[in-house]
């Protein structure tokens, strides 16, 4: 018997990343990953940039997805979860080379920085999301 | 009917009839802009279907903005954020001017640069952020500070937006602007485009709840770590999509205009054809009736 679903949406501006019901819905949220099950109570937090992982149910079967994704937001709803992010990309859309790169030029810039300031946390947010996407591309191969 | 003197087709200084020749040419000619106009017609009846295309993806993501703010602003109290406060009182006043890349769209990109610079007339002063080619232009021409200025269509359109967020959130939080005002096209209907200039910084607190009456109360929203830290991230998030939004906007409301103008820009070159060709075929009877009168007259002469 599965567990009680609950339709999930991943979205950002350019599409919609992934559409489908999920048994459980994890993001690594500004305190800390935070898990949604279906029947959660009505939830709003923001997201860093990480891996946003999801139980979902496609055909009958149980499956587990990882996407990569930048900072964004994940919502409760009594009849729904959705997470907004800029950017979301499973294991095999992850561009290593750009990632490395997104992650050097980052760093380079934020070495001119101080810290505590938009720009230096705008610059960090880049590095964290690359990080996420090396880190979610090398579990992968 | 189409005055022939005016279509530069006026003779070679004699106050003469234009020649068959003339004529042909000029047809010729137009022919050639018909073909263009047409093709450019089709070009722009494709692109329309890829920037609407455009916008409906970022459809879902702007229903789930706009609630997550409501939902947000009926929770918060009050907020400490710069984007809730005034901005600081003396400071010019930063206007986010988008226009497209391109012309050729009859009155589309001045449309929105007048609106722009009627806006900048209504005093202090202001500090222009250009994005679109004609935009910045435009600002070019003004000689007026440009604190940004960038193409629309050689970047990437989200990166670009989210570009333009960062550049005057910054100047508005160093007190370099004291208002954040975008100008950009509305696209009414396929058929009609409007300029439009909206504040998008100072929020204002009842932009973002005008349907909260027909809904009804919400079940009690439990916010991580509070809705106050929610909200600091999201304002600047709602500040980048409504810039990108406006983009895809003003892709589509562009291409439209571009159809209708070069629609109309077909039709005419139609009408002048038809009327050129009367004009030729006259031309050509009336040479013909002369050479036939003259060989007439010339019978006669041999004949008396």
Redesign the interface.
């Known amino acids: 018997m599965p567990a009680k679903t609950i339709p999930f949406r991943l979205i950002t501006p350019v599409a919609v990343a992934y559409e489908g019901d999920a048994e459980l819905v994890i993001g690594v949220g500004t305190e800390g990953e935070e898990g949604i099950l279906a029947s959660h109570a009505p939830f709003l937090t923001a997201l860093r940039p990480g891996i946003l992982r999801a139980n979902v149910v496609e055909n009958g079967a149980s499956k587990r997805l990882e996407f990569a994704t930048s900072e964004g937001f994940m919502q409760a709803l009594p009849d729904r979860v959705i997470v907004l992010v800029d950017s979301a990309q499973a294991a095999d859309q992850i561009d290593r080379g750009a990632a490395r790169a997104d992650l050097d030029a980052a760093l380079e810039r934020q070495k001119q920085l101080t810290p505590q300031t938009a720009e230096y946390a705008r610059e960090q947010s880049i590095i964290d999301f690359a990080n996420a996407r090396l880190t979610l591309a090398h579990a992968d191969h | 009917m189409w005055p022939l003197d005016k279509l530069g087709v006026t003779s070679s200084g004699e106050n003469r009839m234009p020649s068959v020749r003339d004529l042909r040419d000029r047809i010729k000619s137009l022919k050639n802009t018909q073909q263009i106009t047409k093709a450019m017609k089709q070009v722009a009846a494709a692109k329309i279907r890829r920037a609407e295309a455009a916008r409906k ?2 459809q ?2 702007a229903d ?2 706009g ?2 703010l409501r ?2 602003m009926d929770a918060v109290g009050s907020i400490d954020h710069p984007f809730m406060r005034p901005g600081k009182e003396g400071a010019p006043r930063g206007v986010i001017l988008m226009t497209a890349d391109k012309g050729l769209a009859g009155a589309f990109n001045s449309n929105v640069i007048r609106e722009g610079e009627r806006y900048a007339r209504e005093g202090g002063g202001v500090v222009w952020y250009a994005v679109g080619n004609k935009a910045r232009g435009a600002v070019r021409r003004m000689h007026a500070e440009a604190g940004f200025s960038e193409s629309l269509s050689a970047n990437e359109k ?1 990166a670009l937006a ?1 570009d333009v967020a ?1 550049k005057v ?2 100047d508005f ?1 160093a007190g370099k602007i004291s208002e954040i005002v975008l100008v950009s096209s509305r696209a009414v209907s396929v058929m009609v485009q409007r300029p439009e200039a909206r504040v998008l910084v100072p929020v204002a607190k009842d932009a973002t709840e005008k349907k909260e009456e027909q809904k009804g109360p ?8 509070s ?1 106050e ?2 909200l600091t ?2 304002l600047p ?1 709602y500040l980048e ?1 409504t810039i ?2 406006a983009m895809l906007e003003t892709d589509a409301a562009f291409y439209s205009a571009q159809l209708i103008a070069m629609t109309n820009a077909t039709d005419n070159a139609g009408k002048l054809l038809d009327d050129l060709t009367l004009a030729m075929n006259k031309a050509r009877q009336a040479a013909i009736t002369k050479e036939m009168l003259e060989i007439v007259g010339g019978a006669e002469a041999q004949a008396g």
């Open positions: 993806q970022a879902p993501y789930a903005l609630e997550m939902d947000l989200l989210q960062a959130t910054d939080n919400r079940a009690e929203v439990e916010f991580a770590p809705p830290a929610v991230r999201l998030k999509f990108y939004s």
